[in-house]
């Protein structure tokens, strides 16, 4: 993420430990956020006499100097807004702040030149809180494995050359974390590297995929007479995007479409079913859609009530199999279409945050308000997922959304049924009498209202069709 997209949190709910010094802090990082942060600084709040973690706030580092010290006012601010916002979790303002600058040095460049380079953000950041009465109790660079204070006056203590970090795993934060089941995801580069275009030979073809969609599916949309373009076009996106979510899940996918933009492994697509949680995993499931599919999903999900009907598609089977698909969807937005990536991006974060992700739901949240800084969906998101609310609320608002659709489709074959008894009976004739108790047309009422919105959620994957998306009722034009 660049520099104009901050993330806060609210504190952890994992079991407490105590954490003594630099090193431990240090060292308790990467799993405070979920991620190890890449050119980032990072704010954390504590609270109490005994420094209880609270909010966090992360922002990538400005790479001109003249914007730290506004950076670093801003920083403050949000820290503590924030935690007024979550009063009823942290109590009160922050008691005091630990700020870490997070950043790998550039060629020929060395762990203690960062640290020195960046000598003037930290004290701005420590004069920042300040103004605000509110003292920093340490502050750390953390540089080619090594972490170096700016606090501690100590060489025993915190040597001016640096302090190697420890080995990952061997901790008590680490220890303490896995018994937790928290897990941290790799780098943040690594974790937005999944959601960019891959830069592959595929490139192209993917780029001629979209110019093609664009002047196919754009046309329909606006020159549809009484918007039946636009809605043929979202039923034809919404009918695709159920289908590759079963080709996802089913692993007894017959036939692969031919590999595209960024498969470079078309054999790894063999496992349909496994979750693709790794870079070999991306490669898979982009080998399961053609550039050309892709290009219309794209061009399709730019409709809100596309999109929003997509959102449907959140928890379950449906959720995984959607995160997956909204990757690749993400990964496909080349030049010039990668303002286009706001509505998958955003897609992702909403189910990583639905799922249990969220260090992955405001990564993908930071990278779509970066492609679009005015999406509004995503904005919302971003601002509910970094104030901790709970997305149940939200999943509520799309299973009534997603049932009030789907209700109507269920009554109105009976009722056609009916009528069409009516005016075959001749004149004169009595209609015949069904046994008593016994329910004629059953069966085919079932068949002509479809699959019940929240049945295949329950089901084996690829025994029913995914489930209809539904309008979230979003009042925004994103």
């Known amino acids: 993420m660049n520099a104009n997209r901050h993330e806060t949190s609210g504190p952890s709910r994992t ?58 006012d801003h920083l403050a601010e949000c820290l503590v807004e924030g935690g ?24 020929g460049e060395t762990g203690r030149r960062v640290m020195e380079r960046l000598r003037p953000f930290a004290q701005r950041l420590r004069t920042a809180c300040g103004a605000l009465d509110i003292p920093v109790y340490e502050a750390l660079c953390i540089s080619d494995g090594l972490y170096f204070s700016y606090c501690c006056p100590d060489a025993r203590c915190c040597p001016p ?84 979510l079963r080709r996802f899940t089913n692993p007894k ?26 870079t070999e995993g991306d490669t898979a499931d982009d080998a399961l859609i053609t550039s050309d599919e892709a290009a219309a999903l794209i061009l399709g999900l730019q409709d809100r009530i596309t999109r929003d009907r997509a959102a449907e598609w959140m928890e379950g089977w449906e959720g995984t199999a959607a995160l997956r698909l909204w990757r690749v969807l993400a990964r496909r937005c080349v030049t010039p279409y990668q303002e286009h990536a706001a509505a998958p991006l955003t897609l992702v974060g909403w189910t990583a945050w639905s799922t249990g992700d ?83 047309g059953t069966r085919d009422r079932r068949a002509a209202a479809g699959v019940r919105p929240g049945g295949p959620a329950a089901e084996r994957p690829g025994g029913g069709s995914p489930r209809h998306g539904g309008q979230r009722g979003s009042r925004s034009g994103r």
Request: include cysteine; aromatic fraction near 2%; hydrophobic fraction near 35%.
């Open 15 to 72: 079991q407490q430990i105590t954490l003594r010094g630099p090193a431990e802090l240090a060292d308790a990082l990467p799993f405070m956020l979920g991620f190890h942060p890449t050119d980032s600084v990072v704010l954390v709040a504590l609270h109490g006499e005994s420094g209880r973690f609270g909010g966090r706030v992360r922002l990538g580092i400005p790479g001109s100097p003249r914007e730290w010290a506004s950076t670093a």
């Open 84 to 107: 007024a916002r979550a009063g009823a979790r942290t109590g009160a303002r922050p008691d005091g702040i630990v700020v870490f600058l997070c950043q790998d040095p550039a060629p």
């Open 161 to 244: 050359d640096g302090t190697p970090l420890a080995l990952s795993g061997t901790t008590v934060m680490a220890a303490t974390a896995a018994y937790a089941g928290v897990r941290v995801r790799g780098s943040l580069r690594d974790m937005e590297a999944r959601l960019k275009p891959t830069g592959g030979p595929g490139e192209e073809e993917q780029r001629a995929a979209l110019d093609a969609a664009a002047a196919s599916i754009v046309p329909r949309i606006l020159e549809g007479s009484e918007d039946r373009g636009r809605v043929e076009v979202r039923e034809e996106t919404l009918r695709l995007a159920r289908a590759i």
């Open 253 to 278: 996918t017959p036939k692969l479409p031919k590999a595209s933009a960024g498969a470079a492994n078309p054999t790894g697509a063999t496992i349909p079913g496994r979750a693709a949680d790794t």
């Open 358 to 440: 969220e260090p992955t739901a405001r990564v993908a949240l930071g990278l779509a308000l970066d492609a679009d800084p005015e999406y509004v969906f995503a904005q919302l998101l971003h601002q509910a997922c970094n104030e901790g609310l709970d997305p149940e609320s939200l999943r509520s608002c799309l299973r009534s959304e997603r049932d009030s659709r789907a209700a109507p489709q269920q009554t109105a074959p009976a009722s056609s049924r009916r009528l069409r008894t009516r005016a075959s009976q001749r004149p004169g004739t009595r209609p015949a009498l069904g046994r008593a108790g016994r329910q004629t």
